[in-house]
C-alpha cells in the first residue's frame, strides 16, 4: 500500500510539473525567430558594442586618473620649481 502511494504521488507530481513547464515554456523552433543573416548581424552589432562598452570604459578611466591626480601634481611641481628657484639664488649669492 506505501509503495503504491509513493507510486502514485510521484505519478501526479510528474503530470503537475510537466503540465506547468508545457504551459509556462515557449518552444519556438530557432529557424522560425530569423535568418541566419540576421543572427549574424546581432551578433556582430552585439560584439562591436561590447568592444565600445570596452573602449569607453578605459578612457573613462584614464580621465578619471589624471583628473584626480592633476591638482596635486600642479601643487607639487609649483613648489617644486620654487624650492629649486630659490636653491639656485642661495647657490648664486
Known sequence: MFS???SSFFAARA???G???SVFSFKIPVILLADWKTVLSVLFLDE???RWEFV???ILQILSVILL???GLLF???YT???LFWAEIYYQV
Do not use: C, N
Open 76 to 78: 607639487f611641481s609649483t
Open 48 to 50: 562591436m558594442l561590447e
Open 69 to 71: 591626480e592633476l591638482p
Open 81 to 83: 620649481l620654487l624650492v
Open 56 to 58: 569607453t570604459f578605459i
Open 4 to 6: 503504491s502511494f509513493i
Open 19 to 21: 503540465f506547468y513547464y
Open 15 to 17: 503530470l503537475v510539473f
